[in-house]
């Protein structure tokens, strides 16, 4: 069972509250930006360096999250979550202030740095001082969390840059962190731990720059340098060696940053795959639905914004359920639930057309969502049940890691997909076009000042092009069922090891 200490001092419904608070501010922070980019890149300039607000926030936190989850492990959750949580809010104070995009996203990459503390040492918290079966029910309240963020997010970005000023979309943070960050210290009480611990700098140093390189090439391949070129060539090789010497230094170090014992465990071996190819499918549904339903549906915005919500309600519905089913049906059964709803959501993208309507495409997003939901909370409740508390931390870390390396893998190989299938269209069809007049189709402003044959084109263009998006997406779904296959049956969570 879970620690004796914890229920003794521990104010568990205040701090379930504050984990979810720290949560839901890292979560709300990749969308609540969206909302307000142009009113920046309008304001800053630098437009060339846009997508580098998104990368620099997501490079950081997914390079971070194992080497939190191991510090953790070492040193307890409370103070290397208060560093984490206090480096998210250094930032997002200076990302106010910024005078330049390239200030900007400097300081969002200190900002990614704390975030990646955020999501795994909050999830280990409640591991901690819940049991098994509660552990189940409640990852339904913070999965929710992600829910409610995907749907406020937005709308507050949008009110804050309408009414106030985009800097405030960064500041409206502080006080949500502070707040989280006082009950925590108040009523969080974690045993006491062994003063001698053995860090692994090394391994955290190389994991840092094979990831970094990694995922670098990953997001500016096809953009700032050819995926065929020397440079890419160097950024892959300098990644793999890197990544090399990574898995040399933890086979010999004392303690080790990332514990590869813990992937022995079919489950978390199994777990964690579906993870990194459920986090490929998010990043091409989150990313392309609205471009598909705006574009070739030629619906509004808000439209396009509520197929996508149809995503979070599903999430979080589904993964109040799978706490429940779970105690009574085991793991492999809930994420083979959620595997088949995950291909039912993607064969649904597949046969989309222009004339499918908002409905079906946000029906397909709400299964899309059911699956994760299902998948997600199982695998996370499993996986924390399945090791000691002294790897809680790393365990956890390394399932949310992998869904945030699909997410970055997903970005890659999608931008790839649709790019070159638009320019196989153009080509083939012999229309002059290029990859930016596709924008013409996203709003009816515009629309209306192109003549009426250049839009069918470029609809006929886009909507192939994002079938076979889709097309990879359902591949990736499929692949994931097949992965949840292999997880052993059975309707044991494991016991708690303390």
Known sequence: ?????????????????????????????????????????????????????????????????????????LFGRKPVLFFGLTVFLIGSILCGFSTSMEQLILFRFLQGFGAGAVMPIATTIVGDIYTTEERAKIQGYLSSVWGISAV??????????????????????????????????FFLHEPKRAQSVSIDYQGAVLLTLSLSTILYWLLEGGQSFGRLS?????????????????????????????????????????ANLVSLTT???????????????????????????????????????????????????????????????????????????????????????????????????????????????????????????????????????FGAVLNSSLLHVFHKENWQYNLDDINLLLTESVRQSVPINQIHQLQQALTISLQWVYITVAFFAVLSLLLILRIPRGKDLHNDNN
Not at 2 to 27: D, H, S
């Open 279 to 413: 986090g490929v499918i998010l990043i091409g549904i989150s990313s392309y639905l609205p471009t598909f339903v705006t574009g070739v549906m030629e619906q509004p915005a808000i439209v396009a914004g509520f197929t996508l919500t149809a995503m979070s309600i599903g999430w979080p519905i589904a993964s109040s359920v799978a706490g429940h089913l779970l105690i009574r049906y085991g793991t492999f059964t809930v994420s083979f639930i959620g595997g088949i709803s995950l291909v039912l959501g993607a064969a649904m993208f597949v046969m989309m057309s222009a004339n499918s309507g908002p409905v079906w495409a946000a029906m397909s997003s709400f299964f899309v969502g059911v699956g994760m939901g299902l998948t997600s909370t199982s695998f996370i409740v499993t996986i924390q049940g399945a090791v000691t508390r002294e790897r809680r931390g790393s365990a956890t870390a390394s399932n949310m890691f992998m869904r945030n390396f699909g997410n970055t893998i997903g970005a890659a190989i």
């Open 1 to 73: 069972m879970f620690n004796v200490e914890y229920t003794e001092k521990t104010r568990r419904p205040l701090v379930l509250a504050a984990v979810m608070l720290a949560m839901f501010i890292g979560a709300v922070e990749a969308t609540i930006v969206t909302t307000a980019m142009p009113a920046i890149a309008s304001d800053l300039g630098g437009f060339a360096r846009y997508s580098w607000i998104f990368s620099s926030y997501l490079l950081m936190s997914t390079v971070t999250v194992l080497i939190y989850g191991k510090l953790a492990d």
């Open 152 to 185: 406020t997010g937005p709308v507050i970005g949008g009110l804050i840059v309408q009414y106030w000023h985009w800097k405030y979309v960064f500041w409206v943070n502080v006080p949500l962190g502070i707040l989280a960050m006082a009950v925590l210290f």
């Open 230 to 270: 020397a440079t890419s060539a160097i950024l892959i090789i300098a990644g793999i060696v890197l990544f090399a010497l990574f898995i040399l230094q933890e086979r010999k170090a004392k303690d080790p940053m990332m514990p590869f014992s813990i992937w022995k465990n079919p489950v978390i071996l199994y």
